[in-house]
Each structure stands twice: as structure tokens, then as C-alpha cells.
């Protein structure tokens, strides 16, 4: 009987235990092992389908991002924002990116944390509130994501599944398929880049148990190693591992000497190829044999976009340039593969990783505004238009000047009346260029009115890269150019000023061209028209009509900037 009693208290406590289960663990209808119940690793519904099919159930011992999909079709961008940024607001600085699938409107919402743990703990504790805001679909996937200045979201080993289905993603660090048996299945990279060099091993049919000081012992003598990324795989598999030497020829040697070479105790061939790096805004530069100069580099880089550093010593071969955009270092390193630098010696170009991480906010103290270089005379402009007045409705210019929708939370409506001022209240966004008659124009846009959202949907492409705005045609200055600007809700359009990003290439060719032809430049792509306008009495009235409180443009000593807004069109 005392058995029959113990039986009992165990279905019981069972039973219990069955109850207590997640809705979505039950309609699974999955056991859950001793190891999940032990573990916050195996919430294998809370992860999406893409992650479970690169990396499996469980989750890394470290990541400190979030990669979230499958909310709810009703909630919008702004929403979905305004409900992470609530719910996270106890757990320090961080940032929120949402993004959006071009071919399916499928969205994703990237959380990057100042400081580790943050997002573990949040796939520990919150997930019943997010799945209750957000949708009972809502996945949090572990991520690694780095943000850099211009937007651009730099996935690595977690996060591989972004652009899945344009097969693009850089796969460089990818994890193979748990079921994967064959070397040539598990990863491609090594039939993908087996003859464009760089500075990246990838090594292949490794024994299971292989150790990184193994690796290190037998590479080490071709070259100086900066990092060895070992990948073990679970099964029968063989393991591999990703090499980084500090030159090409470094990595041409080791492959030269050891492809294809036994290793180990089961004297399994060495399977080696060139790895694929990851793209960044920075350029290694090699083969520079002591010709080269630090201003030269700078000088030939210059060519191809804004350089933000470069990192030479004569005494090396290699060294290293850093762009302002990441589409400047791709330009770079494209032209440059096969090509000379400066019509005489040739390079050999790689990425390289940005050595200081920057984040997407400014520091709250103004920055120095760029000092101004002298032009030639500009020509005078003839403003006959005269903007009408804004239609009175619940979006009139009255009502949308209480929002002040580009300034910070909590901050008071004061006036801003410089670019100091400009760069302190609100925060730039965006970094691109603007490009009229095949003249490249840099500028950073401060949103001072409208949606973010809008910046960075139709700005920037689906990597987060800022789109090239080139100008095709013109609008006259005119009662009807208003109405399209009236006509637009807040959350329809974003509105900011144009600051040139460097001291060295002002706007004041720009700004002077377009108040010679009293128009404004347009650009349409997608879904949007995004309207380039010179600094006028014009574009005063419509930034008063929208934005009282910014009085930038009438500040004689800043003439030379420009009014960017971006309107969703209702035509498509």
C-alpha cells in the first residue's frame, strides 16, 4: 500500500508538472528533456524557425543582442518599438532597429545591449510579457549583432539568417547543419573562394576533439596569427576552423604548404581554402613595399568616399584604411582587385574588422561645427514662389509643431538657431551622400520632424546601407510642391536638415544651384519621393510651418544647408 501511496503522488506531481507547461510546449506535443528543464538554453519555441535550422535547439553560452520576429500583423513598426523600449527599460542602454524583408514585409527587430547579459536575462524572464504584446509567435533569437556609425548591421556566428533567402548573407563564421556528415555540404565557402586570396584560412576535415594551440603549433610558422575561430562539431562530423593571418601572403603560404597535408593522430588531408571575409569599413591594404606614404593612401582612397583614418608605418607592407561608409570600402575593394592604386604599383585589398566600436548615439555635448571653406561668387538666386498656407485639418503645421518629433524625449521646445544647437537636440541618423551632375555632395541628416521610421526603411538599403541620393529632376518652388508636404500625416514623412558631414566638402555649390533654379531635386524610389532643397526663404517658411522652434536655416553664419524631407507616396 505504501508503494500504491508513492505511485500516486507521483502521477500526481506529474500531472502537476504537465499542467504547468507552456501552451505552445503542449500543442507541440515534444517531450521535454532532463536537460531543457535544467536549462534556459532549450526554449526552442521562443526561437524562429530560420535560427532552429542553422544552430539547432539550444542557444550560445554567450550573446548579448536579440534578433525578434513573428509579431503580431496589426502592431506597426512605431508599436513594436514603443513595446520593446518599455519593456527593456530597466535593463540599460540599448538600441532598437527594425527592419523589414523587401520581398515579403516580413519584419525584425534588432536589440543591441550596452552591457552583457542583458539578453539572456531577458529571454529568462520576459517572454511571457512579450509574447502577450506582441503575439503568441514572437521569437527571440540569440545574436551577436554590431551596429556600426552608418546603420549597417554586421551579423556574426548567431546570426546568419537575415538574408536566407537572397542568399547573400556573409557565411564566412557560419555554423554547419547539425545532420550535416560531408565536408562539402557543411560548408561551401571553401568551393566559393578557393582562388580570390585572403587573409582568412578556412580549414576543413579536422579531427572532432582538434584544439585552437594544435592549429596555432602547425600554422604559426607561416605567419603571425591575430585570431583562430575553432568550429566542433557534435556527431560523426568532421570539425574546422576559420585562420586570420596578417597578410594575404601570409595565408597563401599556409594554404600553399598545408592543403590537402595530413594532421593529427587519424592523419586526416587537410581541406584548405580562403575564407570569406566579412565586410566592414575598413580595408587591410597590402603589398605596399615601403613606397607608399600615409598621405598617399589617404590621397588614392579619397577617390572612392570619405576616409575617416588611415593606419600606415613605413617599415610595413600592409596597412590599413577606414571609410566613413561601409559602400565606399566596398567600391574600394572591388576596384581594387587586380587594379593598381595609383596607376603604378598594384595592392592586394581585404576587410578588416573596425577596431573601435561606435555606437549610434551622440555624446549629449555639442559637437564644433565644421569650419567653412571659401568658393567661388555664387550665383544669385530668384525666389518669385511663395509657399500657401497650410490647410487647416488635425495635421496642420500648428499641431505638428507641438510634437517635435526630431528632439529627444522629455526635452522643451527651445529654440535652436545654429548647428551646434542642431547636433545636440537632434541626434543625425543618417550619413550619405547626395549627388547632383556626377558630384558627390556628403551630408548628415538631423531629423527634426516626422517618423524615423521612414529614414530608415526607404533610405537605406536591406543591409542597412545608406542609399546614394542622385538627382534626376526638379520641382519648382511652388504652392503645389507645399501641398504634397501638407497633404502628408506625421508618421507618412520625416523632415531634417542637411549638414555637411565634412569640413574639407561643403554645400554651398549644391545649396547655390538649387536656389538658382528655385526648385527642389527629387529623388523616387520604392514607395517614397525624398525632396532635396536648398537653404531659402523658401524652405525658412516651411521648417517655421512645421518646426517653429528651428530657426537654423535664418542663422546668416550656417547658409550652405540643406532641407531633406522624405514623403511615402499614396500613389502605389
Request: charge should be positive.
Amino acid at each position: 500500500m505504501t508503494r500504491d501511496r508513492d505511485h500516486r503522488r507521483r502521477d500526481s506531481s506529474s500531472r502537476s508538472r504537465s499542467r504547468s507547461r507552456s501552451p505552445d510546449r503542449r500543442r507541440s506535443g515534444r517531450k521535454t528533456s532532463p536537460k531543457e528543464s535544467r536549462s534556459h538554453r532549450g526554449e526552442s519555441p521562443h526561437l524562429s524557425r530560420f535560427y532552429r535550422k542553422r544552430f539547432g535547439d539550444q542557444s550560445p553560452d554567450h550573446y548579448n543582442n536579440l534578433r525578434m520576429s513573428n509579431f503580431d500583423p496589426e502592431l506597426t513598426n512605431e508599436q513594436i518599438k514603443g513595446i520593446l523600449e518599455s519593456e527593456f527599460k530597466y535593463f540599460d542602454n540599448f538600441e532598437v532597429k527594425i527592419i523589414r524583408h523587401k520581398d515579403d514585409d516580413e519584419r525584425f527587430a534588432y536589440v543591441n545591449f550596452s552591457k552583457p547579459g542583458c539578453a539572456k536575462e531577458i529571454r529568462r524572464q520576459k517572454i511571457p510579457n512579450l509574447k502577450r504584446k506582441l503575439g503568441n509567435d514572437v521569437c527571440l533569437d540569440p545574436t551577436g549583432v554590431l551596429r556600426d556609425q552608418e546603420g549597417k548591421y554586421i551579423p556574426d556566428r548567431y546570426n546568419r539568417t537575415l538574408l536566407e533567402r537572397r542568399d547573400q548573407s556573409p557565411v564566412r563564421r557560419r555554423s554547419p547543419p547539425r545532420d550535416s556528415g560531408r565536408y562539402s555540404d557543411r560548408d561551401p565557402i571553401f568551393k566559393l573562394n578557393a582562388n580570390r586570396p585572403t587573409r582568412t584560412l578556412f580549414v576543413g576535415n579536422l579531427p572532432k576533439d582538434v584544439r585552437e594551440p594544435d592549429l596555432r603549433a602547425l600554422f604559426s610558422k607561416y605567419g603571425t596569427i591575430e585570431d583562430i575561430d575553432v568550429k566542433l562539431v557534435s556527431g560523426g562530423g568532421a570539425s574546422y576552423a576559420f585562420i586570420l593571418f596578417t597578410t594575404i601572403d601570409e595565408a597563401e603560404k599556409a594554404r600553399e604548404r598545408q592543403h590537402e597535408r595530413p594532421f593529427g593522430r587519424s592523419g586526416q588531408p587537410l581541406q584548405i581554402g580562403f575564407g570569406k571575409s566579412q565586410v566592414s569599413r575598413r580595408l587591410w591594404v597590402g603589398d605596399l613595399h615601403g613606397w607608399a606614404s600615409k598621405s598617399l593612401l589617404e590621397k588614392e582612397f579619397d577617390r572612392y568616399g570619405e576616409v575617416e583614418d588611415v593606419e600606415y608605418n613605413p617599415d610595413d607592407d600592409y596597412g590599413y584604411v577606414t571609410f566613413v561608409e561601409i559602400a565606399a570600402a566596398t567600391d574600394a575593394y572591388k576596384a581594387l582587385q587586380g587594379s593598381p592604386l595609383d596607376k603604378t604599383h598594384n595592392v592586394k585589398v581585404d576587410y578588416a574588422k573596425v577596431q573601435k566600436a561606435e555606437k549610434r548615439k551622440r555624446p549629449r555635448t555639442p559637437s564644433p561645427s565644421p569650419p567653412k571653406r571659401a568658393r567661388g561668387p555664387r550665383t544669385p538666386s530668384s525666389e518669385s514662389s511663395r509657399a500657401s498656407s497650410a490647410k487647416s485639418r488635425s495635421n496642420s503645421p500648428q499641431s505638428r509643431a507641438g510634437s517635435n518629433s526630431g528632439l529627444k524625449n522629455g526635452q522643451t521646445a527651445e529654440i535652436v538657431d545654429n548647428v551646434e544647437k542642431l547636433r545636440q537636440h537632434a541626434a543625425s541618423t543618417w550619413k550619405g551622400q547626395v549627388m547632383l551632375k556626377k558630384v558627390n555632395y556628403p551630408v548628415s541628416l538631423h531629423r527634426i520632424y516626422g517618423s524615423e521610421h521612414v529614414i530608415q526603411d526607404y533610405l537605406r538599403d536591406d543591409e542597412g546601407v545608406a542609399y546614394k541620393l542622385s538627382i534626376t529632376q526638379r520641382l519648382p518652388l511652388d504652392d503645389a510642391l507645399t501641398e504634397k508636404f501638407t497633404d502628408s500625416t506625421e508618421s507618412k514623412m520625416a523632415i531634417g536638415i542637411g549638414v555637411p558631414t565634412r569640413p574639407d566638402k561643403n554645400l554651398s555649390d549644391l545649396v547655390a544651384y538649387l536656389k538658382d533654379k528655385n526648385a527642389t531635386g527629387v529623388i523616387t524610389k520604392d514607395k517614397t519621393n525624398t525632396y532635396i532643397l536648398g537653404n531659402c526663404s523658401y524652405t525658412q517658411r516651411i521648417i517655421r510651418d512645421f518646426t517653429p522652434s528651428i530657426k537654423v536655416l535664418e542663422n546668416a553664419d550656417d547658409p550652405d544647408l540643406l532641407v531633406i524631407i522624405v514623403v511615402e507616396r499614396t500613389d502605389v
